[in-house]
């Protein structure tokens, strides 16, 4: 099975300063990852997917092969990105136990 | 489009028994998924389901149990409940890579 390992539990961070959550897995191939995101009293919904390659609410994660990670980085955090994170695998069946992440005004 | 529907919302069942949980998907998508999350925890994988026939099943005993409808809603159901199946359960329905999810519903079983 696919499976993806998050290191950290709890993760605070104060404004402004640079935040990267990690994402490992553990199966081989060519991943397609995903980053989920829980904002208090919202749904899951998806924050990015390596894939598109693309720079969603400045988050951009990348795929590293050889450390077979795909960490989730921001230059910049700012209050409104404190929430949970799941990293995903290409199946989507099992998540990351996830990250609760504090921005600290 | 309301996104992924789920009901009910909350639910309180008592110990052994049996309760049905369901999910519409997003218009046009045929895969649906079901997760259990407790607090404190990422989702955990139960179902998916495509075109009615199960494509995944996670670690979960069998009174827990699935099925998909030629409109593609889906229903959840476990048996016999436990005090340890009070969780938020999660539907998400998918088209291409993304998952779409629902709000929940959440069960408290006393």
């Known amino acids: 099975a696919q499976r993806v390992t998050q290191p950290e539990k709890l993760l605070s961070v104060f404004k402004g300063a640079p935040v990267e959550l990690k994402c490992n897995y553990s199966y081989s191939g060519s991943p397609e990852l995903f980053w989920y995101v829980q904002y208090s009293r919202q749904r899951l919904q998806l924050l990015l997917r390596?894939?598109s390659r693309e720079s969603i609410k400045g988050f951009t994660a990348d795929l590293n092969k050889g450390e077979t990670s795909f960490h989730l980085k921001k230059p910049f955090a700012q209050e409104e990105d404190s929430a949970m994170y799941y990293c995903?695998?290409?199946?989507?069946?099992?998540f990351g136990t996830g990250t609760s992440l504090t921005v600290i005004p | 489009d309301a996104g992924v529907t789920q009901s009910p919302t909350h639910l309180i069942k008592t110990r052994g028994q049996h309760v049905t949980l369901r999910c519409s998907p997003i218009s046009g998508h045929k895969s649906v998924s079901w997760y259990q999350q407790v607090l404190g925890q990422g989702p955990q994988f139960i179902f998916q389901y495509y075109e009615k026939e199960e494509r995944g099943r996670g670690n979960f005993p069998d009174r827990f149990s699935a099925r998909q409808f030629p409109n593609y809603s889906s229903e959840l159901n476990v048996n016999a409940l436990l005090l340890g199946d009070s969780a938020l359960y999660l539907c998400a329905s998918t088209e291409g890579a993304e998952a779409f999810f629902g709000q929940g519903t959440r069960l408290t079983v006393v």
């Open positions: 995903a695998p290409d199946d989507q069946f099992y």
């Open positions: 390596h894939i």
